[in-house]
C-alpha cells in the first residue's frame, strides 16, 4: 500500500500530469470566479478532452480543476454576496456582511485557509476511509436514506432563526420544485404545463442564481456604492482570517470531518455540506448574536466543509461507483472513458490511481491557495468598483451562468422568476436556504420514498435508525420554539438579541413562530 | 393589517397558498405511483402556509427589524426597501435587466451584452460616452472571446440578427 501510495505522489509530478494539473487549476480558477458557471458544466465540457490522456493525467487535469472551483467559489460569495458556485452559497451569510464592514480581506483569508484544512482533512480522510466505509454506507437502507434526506431539510429549515414555520414552507417548495417534470416510476408528466422545456424538471443553477444573486444585484443598485462600505485592511486581515481558522481550529476540524462525512452520502454531498457546517458553527458557538451579521466562525465552517467533501464524495464514487453529486457523476463518466471500473479494483491492482487522486486534491489546494494570497489585494480591490461598473457585469455573468445549464432561454426567464421571489423573500424575511436545498434533495427523495415502500410497506417508519433520525428531525423543528419558550419564562422576553442565521433576520422572529 | 410590510407579508403567503393549492389540485388525478410523494409534500406545506396567513391577517407577524446583512442598522423594512425611492430604484434596475433579457434575445450574446451593459451604463448612471462604449466592446470581447471561442458555448446570434440574416462574430 505504502508503494502505490508513493507512485501516486510521483506520478502527480510526471510531465505532462503535472502541465495538465496546472492548466485545470488555471481554468477552475476562472470558473469558480465566474459566478453560476460552476464546476459541473466544465467538467462536462472537458471531458471529450480527456480521451487522449492517461488516468493520471485526466484526474489531474479535471479533478484538479474542480478542487479550484470549491476554494474560488468562495471568493464570490465573500466579494459580492454571489455564490461562484452553488456549493459555496453558505459563506455569504457571513463573508458578505464581513466585505461591507470593510473585512474582505479577513473573510477571505480565513475562507482560503480553512477551504485548505477542509481539503486535506478531506483528502486524508479518503486515503484512510477506504479500507473501513464500505460495510458502513451499506447498512444503510433506502428509508434511511430518505430520512436523511429530511433530516437535512428540517435542519436547515430549523436554523431560520424564529421563522421555522417559513422555513419549513420554503422547504415544501423547493421540494415541489423537484416534482417538476416527468415521474421517474410512471413517466406521468407533473406540473409540466405541457412545455417539453419542463420534462427535465427546474434547474438547480437558475434557480440558486435568481434567489440569491439577482437580490444582492438589486441592492446593489439600491445602495448606488461599491460592495466594501468602509476601506480593507491589506494583509493584516488576510492574516487575521488565517489565524482565525487556526483559533477557532475546533470548528474548522469538526465542519472539515462533517464535510467529509456527509459528501460520502449518495445525494447530500453537493450543497448540502455547507449549510450543515454553517448549522454546527451556529450551535456549537457560545455567542451566536454576530452569526449573519459577519461573524468569522460562520466563514470558516462552510469554508471548510465545502472542500473536505470531496474527498468524501470521491471515497464512494471510488469505492461503489455511487457518485454523491452531479460533479462526481461526471467524473464517473472519465472514470469510464479511461476504462477504469470504480470498485474493489480501485482499491486492489488500480489503488495507485487512487492514490493520485487523493494527492490532485493535496497539491491543487495547496497551489490555489498560495495564488489566492498572492493575488488576494487585487482580488479585494474589485470590491471598490463602483457599483455602476458592477452591475452590468454581474448581470451578464448570471445570464450566461443560467444559460449555460440547458442552452436554452427558458432558464433565463426561470432565473428572474426566482430573482423576484428572492427578492420577496429577502425583504419579507423568508429563509431561502430551505428552497434550494428541497430543490437539490427532491427527487432523490421521491426515489428513496418510492423504493422504501416498494420494498418495506409501511414497515419502513418503524426501523430503528429511522425512529432514530425522525426524533432528531422533529427535534430540530421543536427546538427553537422551545427554547424561545424558555427564554420568556426566564423573562428575557422576545425582544432580546437573537441570531440572524440563514438569511432571516432576528427581529423577524418576534413574535411569530 | 397596519403597514406595507405586513399587506405585502400577507399577500406573499397567500400567493404561496395559490401555488400550492393549484400544484395540489393538479394531482388529483394522479396514480398513487405519480402522486404519493406530492401528495405527501404539498399537503403539509399547504396547511403551514394556511396557518402563516390566519397569522398574518391576525397581525401576529412583524417585520424584521434589521435590513439582512446590514451590521448595525437596524432600519425598518416597511421605512426603507419598501420606501418610495427604494422601490423606485430596484424597480429600475428590474426593468434593466428584464431590458437586458430583450436586447440579448434579439440581438445575440456578444452584442446584446455589448449594447445593453453600454446603455445601461449611460442611460441608468449617466457614465460618460468613453467609459460606456469601453464597457460595451470589452463586454463583446469578453463574451465572444472567453465564452463563444474557448468554453465553446453554443450562444445564438439573436432572434433579431437571424431574422435578417446578419452574423457578428469574431470568427464566421
Not at chain 1, 501510495?5 to 470558473?31: D, E, T
Request: proline share 5%.
Amino acid at each position: 500500500m505504502l508503494d502505490a501510495f508513493l507512485y501516486g505522489l510521483v506520478s502527480v509530478f510526471q510531465w505532462p500530469a503535472f502541465g495538465l494539473m496546472l492548466l485545470g487549476l488555471a481554468i477552475g480558477f476562472a470558473v469558480g470566479i465566474l459566478p453560476g458557471l460552476g464546476g459541473a458544466v466544465t467538467l462536462a465540457l472537458m471531458l471529450p478532452f480527456t480521451f487522449a490522456m492517461t488516468p493520471v493525467e485526466a484526474f489531474a487535469f479535471l479533478l484538479g480543476m474542480l478542487s479550484v472551483t470549491a476554494t474560488t467559489g468562495d471568493i464570490t460569495s465573500v466579494l459580492f454576496g454571489v455564490p461562484g458556485e452553488a456549493t459555496t452559497a453558505a459563506t455569504i451569510l457571513d463573508g458578505y456582511p464581513m466585505t461591507k464592514r470593510g473585512e474582505a480581506g479577513r473573510a477571505l483569508g480565513a475562507a482560503l485557509m480553512s477551504s485548505l484544512v477542509g481539503a486535506l482533512v478531506g483528502a486524508f480522510a479518503l486515503a484512510a476511509v477506504i479500507p473501513i466505509v464500505q460495510p458502513l454506507v451499506l447498512s444503510l437502507g433506502t428509508p434511511e436514506f430518505f430520512m436523511l434526506a429530511m433530516l437535512g431539510i428540517a435542519f436547515v429549515a430549523s436554523l431560520s432563526s424564529g421563522a421555522v414555520r417559513r422555513g419549513l414552507i420554503a422547504g415544501g417548495i423547493g421540494l415541489s420544485l423537484s416534482l417538476v417534470g416527468l415521474d421517474p416510476q410512471s413517466g406521468t408528466q407533473r406540473f409540466t404545463f405541457g412545455q417539453l422545456y419542463f420534462w427535465e424538471g427546474v434547474s438547480l443553477i437558475p434557480v440558486t442564481i435568481g434567489l440569491f444573486a439577482i437580490p444582492e444585484i438589486i441592492e446593489l443598485a439600491v445602495k448606488g456604492t461599491s460592495i466594501a462600505e468602509r476601506q480593507v485592511g491589506k494583509l493584516g486581515g488576510v492574516w487575521q482570517g488565517v489565524k482565525d481558522t487556526f483559533k477557532y481550529w475546533g470548528v474548522t476540524i469538526r465542519c472539515s470531518l462533517l464535510g467529509t462525512f456527509v459528501g460520502m452520502i449518495p445525494g447530500l454531498g453537493g450543497s448540502i455540506a455547507q449549510w450543515l457546517a454553517y448549522a454546527h458553527s451556529v450551535q456549537t458557538a457560545s455567542d451566536k448574536s454576530r452569526f449573519g451579521h459577519g461573524d468569522v466562525r460562520g466563514v470558516l465552517g462552510p469554508g471548510a466543509a465545502n472542500n473536505s467533501k470531496e474527498g468524501g464524495n470521491l471515497i464512494t464514487t471510488v469505492a461503489f461507483g455511487i457518485p454523491s453529486t452531479v460533479v462526481m457523476a461526471i467524473l464517473l463518466g472519465a472514470f469510464l472513458i479511461q476504462g477504469l471500473v470504480p470498485g474493489p479494483d480501485m482499491l486492489t491492482k488500480n489503488l495507485h490511481v487512487t492514490f493520485s487522486l487523493v494527492w490532485i486534491i493535496v497539491v491543487t489546494n495547496i497551489f490555489t491557495v498560495a495564488i489566492c494570497f498572492l493575488f488576494l489585494n487585487q482580488l479585494v480591490r474589485i470590491t471598490y468598483v463602483r457599483a455602476s461598473l458592477l452591475i452590468p457585469f454581474l448581470i451578464m455573468l448570471i445570464f450566461i451562468g443560467a444559460f449555460t445549464t440547458n442552452n436554452t432561454y427558458m432558464d433565463l426567464v426561470v432565473m428572474l422568476v426566482f430573482g423576484a421571489v428572492g427578492y420577496a423573500m429577502v425583504v419579507l424575511g423568508w429563509p431561502r436556504p430551505p428552497l434550494v436545498l428541497g430543490l437539490v434533495l427532491g427527487k432523490l427523495s421521491e426515489t428513496y420514498l418510492y423504493l422504501s415502500v416498494g420494498r418495506y410497506g409501511w414497515e419502513w417508519l418503524t426501523r430503528p435508525l429511522v425512529l432514530v433520525l425522525m426524533l432528531i428531525a422533529a427535534g430540530a423543528i421543536f427546538y427553537p420554539a422551545f427554547e424561545a419558550w424558555r427564554a420568556r419564562r426566564r423573562g428575557g422576553g422576545p425582544g432580546g438579541p437573537r441570531a440572524t442565521i440563514l438569511g432571516t433576520p432576528a427581529g423577524a422572529a418576534e413574535p411569530q413562530p | 393589517m397596519r403597514t406595507t410590510w405586513q399587506r405585502s407579508e400577507a399577500l406573499f403567503t397567500l400567493f404561496i397558498i395559490v401555488v400550492v393549492a393549484l400544484a395540489l389540485y393538479t394531482s388529483r388525478g394522479w396514480s398513487q405511483r405519480a402522486g404519493l410523494f406530492p401528495w405527501i409534500v404539498l399537503t403539509p406545506t399547504l396547511l403551514l402556509a394556511l396557518w402563516q396567513l390566519v397569522d398574518d391577517v391576525r397581525g401576529k407577524t412583524s417585520p424584521p427589524t434589521v435590513v439582512i446583512g446590514d451590521e448595525g442598522e437596524a432600519t425598518e423594512l416597511d421605512t426603507d426597501l419598501t420606501s418610495r425611492d427604494t422601490a423606485r430604484r430596484g424597480g429600475i434596475l428590474v426593468a434593466w435587466i428584464i431590458g437586458f433579457f430583450a436586447i440579448i434575445w434579439a440581438l445575440g450574446w456578444g452584442v446584446g451584452g455589448g449594447l445593453a451593459s453600454a446603455a445601461y451604463l449611460r442611460l441608468a448612471w449617466r457614465e460618460s460616452w468613453r467609459v460606456s462604449i469601453i464597457y460595451g466592446v470589452v463586454t463583446f470581447l469578453f463574451i465572444e472571446i472567453l465564452f463563444r471561442e474557448l468554453l465553446n458555448i453554443p450562444f445564438d446570434e439573436g432572434a433579431l440578427l437571424e431574422a435578417l440574416g446578419i452574423t457578428i462574430r469574431l470568427r464566421p
